[in-house]
Nanobody, 126 residues
């Protein structure tokens, strides 16, 4: 059974940092793109960032320069380092894995992802 388990969420002050982790089990995702989405209060789920199987990354404009996605294939884990947090970053953050290995196209659509974690809450106070 495939599972993605996020951790590292919590409460942070504006300007602070948090590091989210997403540990995968049940299969290896080293050949799959991995991403982070988020859903803020009263908002739709939105793409935050993705890392391709080859290490290429892309980011939501509002988090560029503040957030960094990385992966450790040996640990089957993807990370999201979030710096200079803002209150508008408050959301439930979800990890997702692409259902197709070696895909190199657009990664911003949630429909690409066949595996999702349960989410971890991030609250940024002003």
């Amino acid at each position: 059974q495939v599972q993605l388990v996020e951790s590292g969420g919590g409460l942070a002050q504006a300007g602070g940092s948090l590091r989210l982790s997403c540990a995968a089990s049940g299969r290896t995702f080293s050949s799959h793109a991995m991403s982070w989405f988020r859903q803020g209060p009263g908002k739709e789920r939105e793409f935050v960032t993705a890392i391709s199987w080859s290490g290429g990354t892309n980011y939501l404009d509002s988090v560029k320069g503040r957030f960094t996605i990385s992966r450790d294939n040996a640990k089957n884990t993807v990370y999201l380092q979030m710096n200079s947090l803002k209150p508008e970053d408050t959301a439930v953050y979800y990890c997702a894995a692409d259902r197709t290995p070696y895909y190199s196209g657009r990664l911003t659509s949630s429909s690409r992802y066949g595996y999702w974690g349960q989410g971890t809450q991030v609250i940024v106070s002003s």
